[in-house]
């Protein structure tokens, strides 16, 4: 995967999270990353593809190798009523749909990088991973 390239995944049924959830787990594989930032990977994109689905009625996952395939980006937007309150989003606990309450907090502690731009029209969530040893910026 060469830094241009992007892999993209639609995120419209229950299975989409799966299939994006292994996507970003072999392209993390590919780029050299170790077992563990794989899955932790995986397991950020499964939560944030979730909310895509439950609370944004489906969206997008993008996948690119960044700064010369020294790390990974993952975007997934969708088109849902946005997050009100990104900063009570992100704290352990807090659910809009009766569970845990740990996804976006869990994501945002399992990679790098984590950025939320959300509104009235959707919301868009930025996440990246630097390989070991690199310069994270």
């Known amino acids: 995967m060469s830094e241009e390239e ?3 995944v639609e995120i419209k ?3 989409d999270i799966v299939k994006a959830r292994a996507r970003a787990r072999a392209v993390a594989a590919t780029l050299g990353f170790e077992l563990v930032d794989q899955t932790r990977i995986a397991t950020a994109v499964s939560e944030i593809a ?3 689905l439950v609370h944004g009625g489906g969206g997008k996952m993008t996948l690119r190798a960044i700064n010369r395939k020294k790390g990974l ?3 997934i937007v969708d088109k849902g009523p946005g997050i009100p309150d990104i900063n009570q989003a ?3 606990g807090y659910s809009t749909a009766g ?3 740990l996804g976006l907090g869990g994501a945002k502690r399992l990679m790098d990088e984590l ?3 959300s509104s009235s029209v959707g919301t868009k969530v930025t996440m ?3 390989l070991l040893g690199e310069l994270r910026r």
Do not use: H, M
């Open 73 to 75: 980006e993952i975007v």
């Open 128 to 130: 990246r991973k630097w």
């Open 99 to 101: 569970g845990l309450g």
């Open 13 to 15: 049924e229950d299975f």
């Open 50 to 52: 979730r909310n895509a």
């Open 115 to 117: 950025r939320i731009e």
């Open 6 to 8: 992007l892999l993209d």
């Open 90 to 92: 992100v704290k352990d």
